[in-house]
């Protein structure tokens, strides 16, 4: 019995998407991965074929999908096994801000171009001295007249170079309470004031363009200001949870696509007196612990779609599923590169990239010792 | 019983540890990993100190000490760096071949420029599709007057596209049972006419050692070449893996120990929450784990190195050494990069090489399902 129920119309979008992935991304990727970032031309591929922010009303250009289409996409980007065409974190994560906390005109002015794939977007919130801790934070931005006016340097922001626009926190160096201080505003490629510090070289992700964004007096029209002053923290509080699970359904789609690799890699490779690897016991046993972890993984992800979809508050579910399934990609790719055995060691093997890719998945969108963290105060302990 | 290491030792330590402070610059390895180079001349510097060949006889400019020395070397070198100590610890890679068992005139004739940073060493061992099961090769060696003539491919040869000569497994009686009883080892230079590298791979982990592919098509090697008698290549071989996992542990344990450092640096200066991130007790949990496998990592390596060095190693006690130092140090990779949150994913911070770099380690000579398989014939014998 699937949990999810997917119609017709899901099956045939996903059918579609994998085609476009297999004629438009996949023959591209170890290009993108050598120039360490996506041509925007990409991006406006994939926005004008109707894969990005599928959910979005038809009022700004969008189709009004359902959450199962953002799954679907989710899970056949995973597929490619690159993550530099970063449409979950645009479609999923940061448009949806502007969609539910922008005005009317906000909305007028980006969503018809962040559907379209003209308008890349970033969200800038990490500092270097704060990461998982938004208290942290140490940009400011300041009323002047019509203007605010933008201090900071944010660091490791994903679609960094491409962004066109990028959702930038900032505090109001008058307002003493942290948390109230926070605010979130748009600032769009261009703005005097807005540069780009040093496109970052990291472990894996190598096909995204991670970077860090410089404001210096970076002035923009107090309209820039997205949903409330001081919302910032609530905002970001209510988008959390369906970020996490994002994260966690692409976390789970990649341990499931590097175990396929793995169980394939072993039923048709044989040592040298002939027997398939899959015919070692060790290895058997290796690969039904793996499968197993997988379906569990599977069933917990699943149930939360249905209950995020049915807007059911899961942040605790969801905290727990984005450290489990990010921990099970991380311990399922060291253990099936064991299998490839010295070609898992070279980039020949395509386990080696999804190795040094999900790495980080433990670490971005609130590390996992946050996410225990976060569960630990919703269990009351 | 005795723990400390000899005074001597403690100065080899010292010694190893400046030259790399001095000479292991972070932006170099960085990179020069990007094209899967070593620094122009650190070889032969490393090699003038003493390190390359530090378990050589001195008769050919080796340091005269033992495979524990080496491992502390390895080590040392490693906590430094873990990409570039390991490039350098293997640019005598497989040299315990000749040094193990050659004879005085193919000593002589290698081993000095190995010792001395003059050419480095590898080993072609393995073929391709073929794993670590080498009881059957396709690689031959025909004797023709005094001479070899080999012919096949080999793969996996650590920077076999910069080694000056290859220690060569090959098939010299075809009509041995085994198989394995009519293999030998023999040495080729590498400008010897038809031996092409015709692939150098980009690898995960320890890029500064490309794997290389190779081919052998009708090369001519002359047949004082031979290492050890006719036939003797496959136990030879199998003995030099032995002693190269206790290699490997070494650096595993350098590895594991520089990512150690790293962490333990950043998290008492990292602030996150109102509190260095030191003081929260996940994080001091943490710590004493990453603590606690290294130190039972380094005390098996050292302990396999020094019954080597008794001439008593047993090639389980060996894998034993490799298994869990190299467990430590992707353990105590994965952590630290854990532990320093989106700076352990950057480049710039060094620890994302000490993990892939690890795996590397962990994989190379053996996977652990492959050092297990060695580790359970050692201890429970023929069965009746």
């Known amino acids: ?381 | 019983m005795e723990f400390n290491l000899s005074k001597s030792q403690k100065e080899i330590q010292k010694a190893a540890w400046e030259f790399a402070r001095g000479e292991f610059d972070k932006e170099m390895i960085i990179e020069l990993s990007k094209a899967q180079k070593l620094p122009d001349g650190i070889v032969e510097k490393s090699a003038e100190l003493g390190f390359i060949g530090i378990h050589f006889p001195e008769d050919v400019n080796g340091g005269g000490m033992g495979l524990f020395e080496f491992v502390l070397v390895a080590e040392t070198f490693c906590r430094k760096d873990s990409t570039l100590g390991s490039a350098l610890m293997f640019s005598g890679y497989a040299a315990e071949c000749i040094l193990r068992n050659g004879d005085p005139a193919l000593k002589t004739k290698f081993l000095p420029q190995i010792a001395d940073g003059r050419i480095t060493s590898t080993g072609a061992f393995l073929e391709p599709n073929q794993g670590y099961d080498l009881t059957r090769i396709s690689t031959t060696a025909q004797a023709i007057g005094d001479d070899w003539i080999l012919n096949g491919k080999k793969t996996f040869v650590p920077c076999g596209n910069t080694a000056g000569i290859f220690i060569v497994l090959c098939q010299t009686d075809a009509s041995a049972t085994p198989p394995a009883a009519g293999m030998s080892l023999i040495v080729v230079e590498t400008a010897s006419p038809g031996l092409s590298v015709s692939r150098v791979s980009q690898n995960l982990g320890g890029r500064m050692l490309p794997f290389c592919d190779l081919a052998f098509d009708n090369v001519r090697v002359p047949g004082a070449h031979l290492i050890g008698k006719p036939g003797s290549g496959y136990a030879l071989t199998q003995n030099f893996f032995t002693e190269n996992r206790i290699q490997i542990a070494g650096l595993a344990l350098g590895t594991a120990q520089g990512a150690f450092d790293r962490a333990l640096a950043y998290v008492k200066q990292r602030e996150q929450f109102g509190k260095k991130l030191a003081q929260f007790q996940v994080t001091r949990h943490k710590l004493a784990e990453m603590a606690a496998s290294i130190e039972t990592a380094r005390y098996l390596t050292y302990h396999a190195a020094w019954r080597f060095d008794q001439g008593k190693v047993e090639p389980h006690q060996a894998s034993m050494a490799k298994l869990m130092a190299t467990r430590a140090a992707m353990s105590v990779a994965d952590e630290a990069v854990q532990l320093l949150g989106g700076y352990g994913y950057m480049t710039e911070y060094e620890v994302e090489h000490f993990f892939r770099d690890a795996k590397q380690a962990e994989i190379f000579q053996g996977t652990p399902a492959a050092q297990k398989d060695i580790i359970a014939d050692g201890i429970i014998g023929k069965l009746k």
């Open chain 1, 1 to 381: 019995m699937e949990i999810l129920k997917y119609t017709d119309e899901h099956h045939e979008f996903r059918k579609r998407l994998r085609t476009f992935m297999e004629t438009e991304v996949i023959p591209n990727i170890d290009q993108w991965e050598t120039d360490h970032i996506v041509p925007k031309e990409a991006w406006r591929k994939m926005g004008r074929a109707g894969f990005l922010c599928t959910w979005a009303s038809k009022e700004y250009g969008g189709q009004g999908l359902d959450f199962l289409y953002s799954v679907i996409s989710t899970e056949e980007m995973a597929k490619t096994n690159h993550t530099g065409l970063a449409a979950m974190l645009h479609s999923d994560i940061i448009v949806p801000y502007i969609n539910s906390f922008g005005s009317e005109a906000q909305k007028k002015k980006y969503l018809p171009g962040c559907i379209s794939g003209d308008i890349i977007t970033a969200v800038a919130m990490t500092e270097p001295d704060a990461g998982s801790d938004l208290a942290g934070m140490r940009s400011t931005a300041e009323m002047d007249g019509d203007e605010i006016i933008i201090n900071g340097a944010k660091t490791f922001i994903s679609n960094g170079i491409n962004a066109d626009l990028a959702i930038v926190a900032a505090k109001n160096p008058l307002e003493e309470n942290p948390y109230q201080a926070l605010s979130l505003y748009l600032v769009e490629d261009g703005t005097p004031g807005f540069t780009r510090g040093r496109h970052l070289d990291k472990m894996g992700f190598h096909s995204q363009d991670t970077a860090e964004l410089f404001f210096s007096n970076c002035r923009i029209p107090k309209e820039n200001i997205l949903g409330q002053p001081g919302m910032g923290f609530i905002m970001l509080m209510q988008k959390l949870q369906q970020e996490r699970l994002m994260c966690a359904i692409g976390a789970q789609a990649a341990a499931e696509l590097m175990l396929k690799w793995t169980i394939d890699y072993c039923k048709t490779h044989h040592d040298a007196a002939g027997k398939p690897f899959s015919k070692s016991q060790a290895t058997q046993f290796a690969l039904v612990e793996m499968m197993t972890e997988i379906k569990v993984g599977r069933a917990f992800i699943d149930k939360l779609i249905c209950e995020h979809a049915a807007g059911e508050n899961v942040v605790v579910e969801t905290s727990m599923a984005k450290y489990w399934t990010t921990d099970l990609a991380k311990n399922l790719a060291r253990r099936c590169l064991d299998l490839f055995g010295d070609f898992g060691l070279t980039e020949d093997c395509p386990l080696a990239r999804g190795f040094r890719d999900v790495r980080v998945m433990s670490i971005f969108a609130g590390t996992n010792e946050v996410m225990k963290g976060i569960a630990a105060k919703f269990m009351g302990l």
